[in-house]
């Protein structure tokens, strides 16, 4: 960046404005009296040509067919999919709940039910009222189904 100015030295506030028609203004502006000056800096396309301006519209596309061309015969390329490659289904889910401990699941669940309490509609208390079976029952898979759908609800809920 640009270093203060010594003490004693008068200070200046410099803006930049650029604006859609490719014109730049700088404006810098004495603090003490407010004096301003402005320059305005104008690049030497000419935009009021409709030839320059499709030729500049062909040289674009002429562009963008060769890269999409490049980007689609790329060996690399896969699809989303294929770049997670699962041996089989019990990869999905979250893999660390099957070990833990019941009291473990039921304080991840309660915790889990106060993230969402306030933050979800009406349509999606089903969430809540899963955590409320499984914390009743305390039936292992019922908590673990309770975790993974109460998660992907949170992970939804801040993406959203």
Request: glycine share 4%.
């Given at each position: ?9 008068e ?11 490719g ?45 999409t ?6 060996h ?9 490659d699962?041996?089989d ?16 699941l039921?304080?991840?669940?309660e ?11 009406v ?6 009222e ?13 908590m ?9 609800l949170?992970?939804k809920?801040?993406?959203?």
């Amino acid at each position: 960046g640009i270093p203060p100015a010594p003490a004693g030295m008068e200070g200046i506030n410099v803006s930049f404005f650029y604006n859609i028609n490719g014109i730049l203004e700088v404006t810098a502006e004495l603090e003490s009296t407010g004096k301003k000056v402005i320059v305005n800096m104008q690049d030497e396309l000419q935009r009021d040509s409709v030839e320059i301006f499709r030729a500049s519209v062909k040289k674009i596309e002429t562009l963008l067919e060769t890269k999409t061309a490049e980007h689609l015969s790329s060996h690399t390329q896969m699809s989303f999919i294929d770049a997670f490659d699962f041996e089989d289904e019990k990869d999905f889910g979250y893999p660390d709940l099957e070990n833990q401990d019941l009291e473990v699941l039921k304080q991840e669940l309660e915790q889990l039910r106060t993230d969402l309490s306030g933050r979800i509609n009406v349509d999606e208390n089903q969430i809540l009222e899963l955590i409320e079976a499984a914390i009743t029952t305390q039936e292992r898979s019922a908590m673990i189904e309770a975790i993974e759908e109460a998660t992907d609800l949170l992970i939804k809920l801040d993406l959203g």
